[in-house]
């Protein structure tokens, strides 16, 4: 069965403190792994798609992996308004029937 | 700038009344998705639509449920009649081919 995993439910980082943020999947086949930002109130905003292991994809303090099995979100000298839920997606070969986590629930504290 | 809208934005109905909610899919995308989010489930694909044509919607309860797209610029979704357990936040989102799926504001539905 497909299926993502994120981790942790919730993280709480001090301004500057860099960190990193989990997605794990099993896929069939992966069509690509997305990342979304979600603002309370607001639909989720499409961050990055990783279509292979070693894929890198980077967006001013956001950093994107893929391995086979997982892939990372890294944040870098965040800023409190990096705060949000990061999303992860897989979808899977021959379908768009995208599957989401449940989030990470990111606070940076200034 | 191209952003999908949703309407309404919120929405309060009463457990048995029919509830439609409309989106607009960003001008000359071809693929239109409609999902659920609750606090216990998180983003769930209800049903979604290639080029107006139903792909799949095996996500929705369909003797409730029903969605549509009666031209390339409005999707709609429809619960009749709506139940207590169908309050949610539901997103449509668009994409072009596929892959980088844009979504649009949500509506807030509760059933009281």
Not at chain 1, 4 to 21: I, M
Not at chain 1, 47 to 72: C, D, I, M, Q, V
Not at chain 2, 96 to 110: A, I
């Amino acid at each position: 069965e497909d299926q993502v995993t994120q981790s942790p439910e919730a993280l709480r980082l001090q301004e500057g403190e860099s960190s990193s943020l989990n997605c794990s999947y099993t896929v069939s086949g992966l069509r690509g792994l997305f990342w979304y930002r979600q603002d309370p109130g607001k639909g989720p905003e499409f961050l990055f798609t990783l279509y292979s292991a070693g894929e890198e994809k980077e967006k001013e303090r956001l950093k994107a992996t893929l391995t086979k099995k997982e892939s990372f979100l890294h944040i870098t000298a965040p800023k409190p308004e990096d705060s949000a839920t990061y999303l992860c997606a897989v979808g899977p070969s021959g379908t768009y029937k995208y599957i989401f986590g449940t989030g990470t629930r990111l606070k940076v504290l200034a | 700038d191209a952003r999908v809208t949703q309407t309404p934005r919120d929405k309060v109905t009463e457990m048995g009344q029919e509830v439609t909610m409309r989106c607009q899919p960003i001008l000359g995308h071809n693929t239109v998705f409609w999902y659920r989010q609750t606090m216990m489930q998180g983003l769930e694909l209800l049903a979604y639509f290639r080029n107006r044509a139903p792909l799949d919607d095996s996500g929705m309860p369909k003797d409730r449920f029903s969605a549509e797209m009666p031209d390339a610029t409005l999707a709609t979704l429809k619960i009749q009649p709506s139940e207590p357990r169908d309050s949610a936040v539901y997103f449509c989102a668009s994409a072009d081919g596929g892959n980088e799926q844009f979504f649009g504001p949500g509506t807030r539905l509760t059933v009281l």
